[in-house]
């Protein structure tokens, strides 16, 4: 049985770096797509990118410019930095399993940006 | 990339059939059979429901089914139930080596 925890700093000033991390735990971490999504309050789920075990990624277009994502094979985990937040970032942001669907999610880590 | 498109909410009585309609592109929904839903309840992560169109995780009740034509995509509620109460979004791959995801339609039990 896959689980994903994902734990990150969960309050941030204007222009800092969000930095986020989920360890897989429980099953193979090659042969998948490892994404980000977040959720901004209120509203709807957005993909952020993706990762796979060789390191290989893709991004949403419109956070391109500020995001990384980058995986640690030998601990099975993958992490997600987004700099120059706004408080357009706040937002619960999930770790998932990705094979072009989401079948596998972390329990979501609430952040928040804020003067 | 644009969102795909799905009715903001939709709404039925226990035992009705409800569907939920998932509108996009000729680059992503109309051009790959990588359609996948989710349910989403207040407060939980999103659950997979349906994969490449229309086939159900193991686990998911076989009242969900999935569906596509063209560039829309729909997934089917039977025998709607209480606990189906809850936000669904779809998702698409695109040609982009992306993913996208619909706007979300809150699902009521009348």
């Known amino acids: 049985q896959v689980q994903l925890q994902q734990w990150g700093a969960g309050l941030l000033k204007p222009s800092e770096t969000l930095s986020l991390t989920c360890a897989v735990y429980g099953g193979s971490f090659s042969g998948y797509y490892w994404s980000w999504i977040r959720q901004p309050p209120g509203k709807g789920l957005e993909w952020i990118g993706e990762i796979n075990y060789s390191g290989s990624t893709n991004y949403n277009p419109s956070l391109k410019s500020r995001v990384t994502i980058s995986v640690h094979t030998s601990k099975s985990q993958f992490s997600l930095k987004l700099s120059s937040v706004t408080a357009a970032d706040t937002a619960v942001y999930y770790c998932?399993?990705?094979?072009?669907?989401?079948?596998?999610w972390g329990q979501g880590t609430t952040v928040t940006v804020s003067s | 990339q644009s969102a795909l498109t799905q009715p903001a909410s939709v709404s039925g009585s226990p035992g009705q059939s409800i569907t939920i309609s998932c509108t996009g592109t000729?680059?992503?929904?109309?051009?790959?059979?990588?359609v996948s839903w989710y349910q989403q309840h207040p407060g939980k992560a999103p659950k997979l429901m349906i994969y490449?169109?229309?086939n159900r995780p193991s686990g998911v009740s076989n009242r969900f089914s999935g569906s596509k034509s063209g560039n829309t995509a729909s997934l089917t509620i039977s025998g709607l139930q209480a606990e189906d109460e809850a936000d669904y979004y779809c998702?698409?791959?695109?040609?982009?080596?992306?993913?996208?995801f619909g706007g979300g339609t809150k699902v009521t039990v009348l």
């Open positions: 000729s680059s992503d929904v109309g051009d790959y059979n990588y």
């Open positions: 998932a399993r990705e094979t072009y669907a989401m079948g596998v």
């Open positions: 998702s698409s791959y695109t040609g982009s080596d992306t993913l996208v």
């Open positions: 490449e169109v229309s």
